[in-house]
């Protein structure tokens, strides 16, 4: 048996009950085997891979809230420090019922690539809690983050962990689990990222998952003869990433026209229109029902079903494995050349091996969606040198990141004789740089 199975054999025994954590593994192992087999011997023997697939540290706490009602609540916290062999661990907090140890796994191993691509000094790290915030008061928010928080803070800093926002974290959320941190510590540092641009947050870091999935898509599609410009796109999710998607794709000249949510999507022929796509969802934090009474033109329609639409684009911007092998099918037949994903792993393996072979571009998220960490590192440095840059500034270096982080996919996937194999170029030149980091450090 290879060294990738036996790999495989023990992270699926050693972790039972956390299939989205043996898919995350499963695709990255599976695509690095040239590498791995050609240093076998060396691997093997430092039990290389074993460890890399082996968070350095996972946390599990109780968060103990009080209700408006006066009623006490229990969530389930979590902190999974996967990997610090380049920097201090960084990766987002989740905050959603669907949210257990292996989703915050799977989450945290992929986080490691993705931190090694974007060039800059960052672990791979994830945390988060079964809470939902929708339907919560602020009281009740503030109530949850602060106990939260009075467990985190003894595993967090800003030269260890670093954590910032994910899918139910947004600034207010950031805001009171950063209070609390300097309450507790009587430190005010970078240990947090996403913060308000009143204390000590990025400008540009709102924009950045979004614009970043679309300068490497724009990349992607020149590296290929193709340009960006007129073509249109199919986007799913209508939070941050997504609607920053939708911005900067209009404004490199690309034809929009869905958007989703929990509920339902939109599809709106002349082009979604992100100033009303903000109201409801930032403003009103409305269903996508009030989209469509300010846009008549626009259709809605309940359920799933965005990757119906005809595109020559899709961008996945909303969750794990929410575009499957149907939906793959349907796309290419509707002559879908590319799927770039926006969230976390949201092309199901079945998807994303049907899109490869039958001749579709396909970027991981692990690299297409790593303008919001790169962002983060880059507040990191603006924290650490007491300094604040400008919106141009920080999005001309997110753009500079993102085409050289494609540039170092394409070149690895080239280097190991898969020319366009974007899944495999990305894990193979984020491993690189972690395994040489972890090979010099010895056995720790």
């Not at 011997?41 to 009080?66: G, K, N, S």
């Not at 800093?157 to 994910?166: I, T």
């Not at 170092?408 to 040489?436: C, H, P, Q, R, T």
Request: with cysteine; charged share 25%; glycine share 10%.
């Amino acid at each position: 048996m290879s060294y990738v199975d036996e790999v495989l054999e023990r992270v699926i025994a050693q972790n039972p009950a956390q299939p989205e954590f043996h898919q995350a593994v499963k695709e990255v192992l599976d695509s690095l085997r040239p590498v791995i087999e050609e240093h076998e011997a060396d691997y093997r023997r430092e039990a290389l891979l074993e460890r890399l697939t082996t968070p350095e540290r996972q946390i599990l706490f109780r968060v103990p809230w009080v209700d408006d009602k006066g009623q006490v609540q229990v969530n389930n916290g979590y902190r999974v420090q996967f990997n610090s062999a380049i920097g201090p661990y960084k990766g987002g907090l989740r905050f959603h019922p669907s949210v257990n140890l292996s989703i915050i796994k799977f989450l945290g191993f992929e986080q490691i690539f993705k931190n090694s691509l974007t060039g800059l000094p960052i672990g791979g790290g994830k945390g988060g809690a079964d809470f939902n915030p929708k339907g919560k008061s602020d009281r009740e928010v503030m109530a949850f983050c602060q106990s939260f928080m009075q467990e985190l803070y003894r595993h967090i800093g800003a030269f260890v962990d670093v954590p910032a926002g994910d899918i139910g974290v947004g600034g207010r959320e950031i805001g009171y689990l950063y209070g609390e941190y300097k309450k507790i510590t009587g430190l005010y540092e970078g240990v947090l990222t996403g913060k308000g641009l009143t204390y000590g947050g990025s400008l540009a870091r709102t924009q950045a998952t979004g614009y970043g999935l679309v300068y490497f898509a724009e990349e992607m599609l020149k590296a290929n003869g193709i340009d960006l410009k007129d073509k249109t796109v199919a986007i799913s999710g209508a939070g941050n990433v997504a609607t920053y998607a939708i911005e900067k794709a209009e404004q490199l000249g690309a034809h929009v026209v869905t958007c989703t949510d929990s509920t339902g999507w939109i599809y709106d022929p002349d082009g979604i229109d992100v100033a009303t796509l903000k109201d409801v969802k930032e403003v009103k934090r409305a269903r996508l029902t009030e989209y469509k009474a300010a846009r008549p033109n626009a259709i809605y329609h309940e359920g799933k079903g965005v990757w119906t639409t005809k595109c020559d684009v899709a961008m996945p911007c909303a969750t794990q494995n929410e575009l499957v092998l149907d939906d793959a099918k349907t796309l290419k037949s509707n002559g879908c050349i590319a799927v770039c994903e926006g969230a976390n792993m949201p092309t199901t393996l079945e998807a994303t091996q049907f899109i490869q072979s039958n001749g579709m571009f396909f970027t991981p998220g692990k690299a297409s969606n790593a303008g919001g960490v790169a962002t983060s590192a880059l507040e990191m440095t603006q924290n650490s040198e007491r300094l604040s840059w400008t919106f141009d500034e920080v999005d001309s270096k997110l753009q500079n990141i993102m085409v050289g982080l494609f540039r170092n996919v394409d070149s690895a996937a080239k280097k190991y004789g898969m020319e366009g194999n974007y899944v495999a170029g990305a894990n193979i030149a984020g491993f690189l740089k972690v395994a040489d980091a972890m090979k010099a450090q010895g056995i720790v």
